[in-house]
């Protein structure tokens, strides 16, 4: 590991931790498992991933795309423990798929799909805080909100515009700036303005359900009752494993389209060993299942604030898990005076990084090819979920590379009464429709020149209506020359 980035990793993980300490407990919280699950998954995703993965920026921990999976597995099999086996199975499962060397999924899926799910979860994050900002509960999934007081939006407000000029090029440096995130100062600013308040101005102050609220623990009893251990006796439990490879599956899908797009991000354009994440993220579920934590996978959320906020190295992953360590031992009384509304600031910045009005028009001046999937990716995962949306945007994609195979696999060109069709790339099934009807075109009584050593490969059914076309001459009075080619793979082709 490189040390020599230390003073841009240390910063970095101050920020992460920020971001990462309430979306640990309001995954869990969402999720039906024990509010300290998340912060074990939390602690889990930085030291256990953030040490073995390959990536230098991704940060993993408790995901939202697993929540309603993770509260439904524990409904069914009616045990946290039961399901913490599940767990178990899904982190071993992840780690023979990175055997296997199956990480060269995330391969095919398309820039234009990535983007989009980049700008969708940017958008679910800017929807999701904006009642925490304006003084409501925090978000649950039936988007009901209970309002506490509208104080929380003074701090949103000054937290947003102390993130905003800290970064601005127009803010005096002093010394001691590289190591002083924005959001440092941002929550800094939330902390003060409670304590004070709360202690001299009571109707100004802001409502326990607006603050960070972690579980104090006074010593190592308090610590054991907060660790659940998984069940073994259910091994021979079906159940189990569909549910481990459900997670497994998902979790592996999430973490390799979360790395892809953040090394998209990365300035120094590095590139994640995929194999060696979902071994990495499938020791950190192992760990989860058997000390009690929820499933962790890599989270664009926080990797995107970890980039954003200067991180160099995986030193900051591991740092960030190490911070909630040592918080949630030492100092949960302090931290649950910091307001939500100051984080939710964080979150709103990130949010509006990752969809800016810039990568909207990026994408719309590069055609219809790449501005539908990225704008669709977007609709459908708003509408369905991250996968859900990621698959119907990667089948769009195809439809468009299909569409433009189709298009330009087979040309027709007429000289007086002479035709030339070529085939180029690869000819499919796909293009017998389009073939034939370029053929039939021809009218009778012309020479045709029919040329098809471009092509890498076409389609036994292509071939067949060739060769009837061909058959087809002496009665049409065709004029019928194939290109000879000795390369040819296609015996139709070396006809004189």
């Known amino acids: 590991m490189n040390f020599a980035n230390w003073k841009k990793d240390l910063p970095a993980s101050l920020v992460v931790f920020l971001v990462a300490l309430p979306l640990c407990l309001g995954i869990a919280l969402a999720s039906g498992a024990p509010l300290y699950a998340g912060i074990l998954s939390g602690i889990i995703g930085g030291i256990v991933v953030g040490s073995l993965s390959g990536s230098h920026l991704s940060v993993s921990g408790p995901a939202a795309g697993l929540t309603v999976i993770v509260f439904r597995s524990i409904e069914s099999l009616d045990s946290y423990s039961v399901f913490l086996y599940a767990v178990l199975v899904a982190g071993f499962f992840q780690i023979i798929l990175g055997i296997l060397r199956a990480g060269v999924l995330s391969s095919f899926f398309p820039y234009s799909v990535i983007k989009g799910m980049l700008a969708a979860i940017g958008i679910i994050l800017i929807i999701k805080q904006i009642p925490v900002a304006f003084g409501f509960e925090k978000f649950s999934w039936d988007m009901s909100f209970t309002q506490a007081n509208g104080n929380a939006f003074l701090v949103t407000a000054v937290a947003l515009f102390i993130l905003i000029i800290w970064d601005s ?21 939330g902390l003060l303005y409670q304590v004070i308040t709360r202690n001299f101005f009571p109707a100004w102050s802001l409502d326990t359900e607006q603050l960070v609220q972690l579980p104090v623990l006074s010593g190592w009893a308090e610590f054991k009752e907060n660790i659940f251990l998984p069940d073994f006796s259910q091994w021979q439990n079906w159940e189990v494993y569909k549910i481990a490879g459900t997670i497994a599956i998902i979790a592996s899908l999430e973490s390799l389209l979360s790395v892809e797009a953040i090394d998209k991000l990365d300035f120094e354009k590095r590139s994640t060993p995929q194999n060696r994440e979902l071994f990495a993220q499938g020791c950190g579920n192992m760990a989860c299942g058997l000390i009690g934590g929820i499933p962790v996978t890599a989270v664009i959320i ?11 190295t995986k030193l900051s992953a591991i740092l960030h898990g190490i911070l909630l360590l040592v918080a949630v031992v030492f100092l949960a009384g302090f931290l649950n005076s910091i307001p939500l509304s100051a984080l939710s600031a964080i979150l709103l910045l990130v949010g509006y990084k990752l969809t800016k009005p810039s990568l909207i028009k990026e994408f719309y001046k590069k055609g219809k090819t790449q501005h539908i999937p990225f704008f669709l990716t977007i609709f459908f995962i708003l509408i369905t979920d991250l996968l859900v949306g990621v698959v119907l945007g990667i089948i769009v994609a195809l439809i468009f590379v299909l569409k433009e195979n189709y298009r330009d696999s087979i040309s027709l060109i007429k000289h ?7 085939l180029k790339k690869d000819i499919f099934f796909l293009n017998k429709p389009e073939f034939r009807r370029k053929i039939e075109s021809i009218p009778d009584g012309s020479q045709v020149i029919i040329e098809g050593h471009k092509a890498d490969f076409i389609d036994q059914d292509v071939l067949e209506t060739l060769e009837d076309f061909i058959a087809s001459a002496n009665e049409r009075k065709l004029d019928i020359i194939i290109r000879k080619s000795k390369r040819s793979k296609y015996p139709i082709f070396r006809l004189e």
């Open 169 to 189: 090029k127009k803010m005096p440096t002093f010394p001691f700036k590289e190591f002083v995130p924005g959001a440092l100062i941002a929550v800094i600013w």
């Open 302 to 312: 926080r990797s995107s604030a970890n980039l954003n906020a200067g991180a160099k």
């Open 416 to 422: 007086k009464d002479h035709y030339y069709v070529g």
